[in-house]
């Protein structure tokens, strides 16, 4: 990268995919990553609230799981579903270490916060945190590096240590609904009050699926203080 900067990169031709890491003559995703990323658009559209992805033909605003509860946080969205090489990258970074993949991510998540009205001026960036036992594990935060990069991209600061994860928790994967609340519930504290005080913030995951860790955070959010919550992840699921 010699002495250019970060930011100069994404906009240098000739270069490799931001995803996939095909040659691409110019811009940073190849059109096979760029179809993937805008394709969806044509299939389903996003919960207004909860930002997971619902089909075209189903006409309401909300999901079901939003009629019939509103999570806490004001909305969350995504660069797209959990699919291709979306999925791919989310991948390479949390359990292959490939934490170069944070900048590119980093980029179209600010890209989602940039175009969508609703997200206001949010002032501080969290990452939803991760255990200690689970950080000791992966040796680094994936939503912390990607906040990292969001908020340098945004102009925000970034508050790393203000959400802590104070209780390990066994995978939600082959939980039902009903046991990953209890599973997550009060797992999550904010331990500097002060600093979230009053802050509209944007917190920031790898992943959205069920939405109950977003909700986890968001409450202990509010309960530190804290004035709104809007969330942003790389990936989502679909309803
Ligand atoms: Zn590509
Ligand atoms: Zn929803």
């Not at 200690?132 to 790393?160: I, M, P, T, W």
Request: hydrophobic share 40%.
């Amino acid at each position: 990268m010699g002495t250019m900067g970060r930011r100069d990169w994404l906009f240098v031709k000739g270069r490799e995919c931001f995803l996939c890491r095909r040659p691409v003559a110019a811009g940073h995703l190849c059109p096979s990553c760029s179809r993937t990323l805008e394709m969806w658009e044509q299939e389903f559209r996003p919960c207004r609230r909860c930002g997971r992805l619902l089909r075209k033909e189903y006409t309401a605003e909300l999901c079901p799981q939003c009629q019939e509860k509103l999570p806490p946080f004001r909305l969350a969205r995504a660069v797209g579903p959990y699919r291709g090489e979306l999925r791919r990258a989310i991948l390479e970074l949390k359990y292959r270490g490939r934490r170069s993949l944070a900048f590119p991510l980093g980029y179209l998540l600010s890209r989602v916060v940039a175009e969508e009205p609703l997200y206001g001026r949010p002032q501080a960036v969290i990452p939803v945190p991760l255990s200690s036992r689970r950080f000791k594990e992966r040796a680094f935060n994936q939503s912390a590096l990607l906040s990292e990069e969001l908020g340098r991209f945004l102009g925000l600061k970034v508050l790393d240590r203000v959400l802590v994860k104070e209780r390990h928790t066994p995978p939600q994967a082959g939980l039902d609904r009903p046991a990953r609340l209890q599973n997550l519930q009060g797992s999550f504290a904010v331990v500097e009050s002060s600093s979230v005080e009053g802050l509209d913030v944007l917190l920031v995951d790898d992943v959205l699926t069920t939405g109950i860790t977003a909700a986890a955070c968001t409450v202990a959010l509010l309960q530190g203080g804290a004035r709104s919550v809007a969330v942003v992840t790389v990936a989502t699921s679909l309803c």
